[in-house]
């Protein structure tokens, strides 16, 4: 999926020909400390940055989820998701499906800009769970979060995966499920790809 | 064509419930409700004036949703969803272009049609103040569009899109009021070719602003 990367922001490279391959079903975990392009990372697979060098190839649909909302902040959170089901081709029912997963069915009627930082998270999910896409790409989805939606993130991730989907996530919280390996990012000189 | 379509009916949705559609109209009728008190109540010297000055509100009118055009949704991630989703920037702005015209276009219009009665406009005149401005609304939707895309994530950037537009803006100025003054419609026909070309730019500039401020 992604061959001899290497990504350059702000005029300081990040990493330099990082190679991986994610195939349908496999989960990958993104590792590192601040600032290494772990969220960068992220960005250039989802098309939203070009790699300085070398290509990565994306053949699926995709999500991201990262620490923007993306959400109308004055409109009920069931509006607001609605927009995003009628881009992906979705109706009523797939956003009350993602409400559920995501545990914020109660709270369909509520104005985003009342929510709190974990509810925040959770409309993230919700609006990542609404896609159809097959990779997921989520940057520390489980920022905020109490136990319970992390356990409750577990069981979506997991049955994305058992649909033959995949997840490539950045996370600094431990998350409950298998993932089948570590990239681990490290400042430039001594990284190295674990699998 | 469905997605754009809800892109536009989304914008546009919300610009009216915000109230932000308003503003400039409100701005609009002040500026022309004030004038008449400053330059005093003489007829002629109104009706000689009067359509460009409701001419330069217009223009002013265009500068005040630049700072709700583009940035917010920027800030949101709005846009980068879109993008992750295989939409072109360029097609972001046009959508974004055609949903500001319907927020601006009409209720200016409407505006322009209640403020020239303050002029005392009537008759041909009044019919050409609106068919120019009807004419010039998409561009300065435009521009508007292009200007709220360069200047987003920039400090103070409602101050420079004011130093931004008056340059570009100013062939609409010239046709636009011109075509009040000048018998026959040569005036109004150039209008219409400079508003077609900054429509017609205003999709690639601002989507090339758009995709600059993501790397």
């Known amino acids: 999926m992604a061959e001899a990367i290497s990504c350059t922001r702000g005029g300081r490279t990040l990493f330099r020909d990082l190679t991986f391959v994610l195939a349908p079903g496999q989960a990958g975990l993104l590792t590192g400390p601040n600032g290494v392009g772990k969220s960068s990372l992220l960005r250039l697979l989802a098309g939203l940055l070009q790699p300085s060098a070398g290509s990565c190839s994306v053949p699926v649909t995709k999500a991201l989820c990262?620490?923007?909302?993306?959400?109308?902040?004055?409109?009920?959170?069931?509006?607001?998701?609605?927009?995003?089901?009628?881009?992906?081709?979705?109706?009523?029912?797939?956003?009350?499906?993602?409400?559920?997963?995501?545990?914020?069915?109660?709270?369909?009627?509520?104005?985003?800009?009342?929510?709190?930082?974990?509810?925040?998270?959770?409309?993230?999910?919700?609006?990542?769970?609404?896609?159809?896409?097959?990779?997921?790409?989520?940057?520390?989805?489980?920022?905020?979060?109490?136990?319970?939606?992390?356990?409750q993130l577990g069981t979506v991730l997991q049955s994305h995966l058992d649909d033959g989907g995949i997840v490539l996530a950045a996370s600094h919280i431990a998350l409950p499920i298998t993932f089948d390996f570590n990239l681990k990012l490290a400042p430039l000189e001594d990284m190295e790809a674990c699998l | 064509m469905g997605s754009i379509a809800t892109i536009i009916w989304r914008d546009v949705r919300q610009s009216y419930a915000s109230g932000g559609t308003w503003l400039p109209v409100i701005f609009y009728l002040s500026a022309a409700t004030l004038f008449p008190f400053a330059v005093g109540p003489d007829r002629a010297l109104l009706l000689q004036t009067g359509g460009g000055i409701l001419?330069?509100?217009?223009?002013?009118?265009?500068?005040?949703?630049?700072?709700?055009?583009?940035?917010?949704?920027?800030?949101?991630?709005?846009?980068?969803?879109?993008?992750?989703?295989?939409?072109?920037?360029?097609?972001?702005?046009?959508?974004?272009?055609?949903?500001h015209w319907l927020s601006f276009g009409p209720p200016l219009l409407l505006a322009a049609f209640l403020a020239s009665g303050l002029m005392g406009l009537e008759g041909a005149a009044l019919g050409t103040l609106l068919a120019?401005?009807?004419?010039?609304?998409?561009?300065?939707?435009?521009?508007?569009?292009?200007?709220?895309?360069?200047?987003?994530?920039?400090?103070?950037?409602?101050?420079?899109?004011?130093?931004?537009?008056?340059?570009?803006?100013?062939?609409?100025?010239?046709?636009?009021?011109?075509?009040?003054?000048?018998?026959?419609?040569?005036?109004?026909?150039?209008?219409?070719?400079?508003?077609?070309?900054?429509?017609?730019?205003?999709?690639?500039?601002?989507?090339?602003?758009?995709?600059?401020?993501?790397?």
């Open chain 1, 66 to 151: 990262d620490d923007r909302l993306a959400l109308d902040e004055q409109l009920p959170l069931e509006q607001a998701l609605r927009f995003w089901a009628r881009l992906d081709g979705g109706g009523q029912a797939d956003v009350a499906a993602a409400m559920a997963k995501a545990g914020l069915s109660h709270l369909a009627e509520v104005p985003v800009r009342y929510f709190s930082t974990g509810q925040r998270q959770r409309a993230r999910l919700a609006r990542t769970y609404l896609t159809d896409a097959r990779l997921w790409l989520l940057d520390e989805p489980a920022n905020g979060l109490d136990s319970d939606s992390v356990n």
């Open chain 2, 55 to 99: 001419w330069i509100a217009a223009l002013l009118a265009t500068l005040l949703p630049l700072d709700r055009l583009i940035q917010p949704d920027l800030e949101n991630g709005v846009y980068d969803q879109m993008i992750v989703r295989g939409l072109s920037d360029e097609i972001i702005a046009a959508a974004r272009l055609v949903s």
């Open chain 2, 132 to 215: 120019s401005l009807a004419i010039a609304t998409p561009a300065l939707a435009g521009l508007a569009v292009m200007i709220a895309a360069l200047t987003a994530g920039l400090r103070g950037a409602g101050a420079l899109g004011g130093l931004l537009l008056v340059p570009l803006a100013i062939p609409l100025l010239i046709f636009g009021a011109g075509s009040l003054s000048t018998p026959g419609n040569s005036a109004l026909l150039f209008l219409a070719a400079i508003s077609l070309l900054l429509v017609a730019i205003t999709p690639f500039a601002a989507g090339a602003a758009l995709s600059a401020v993501r790397e």
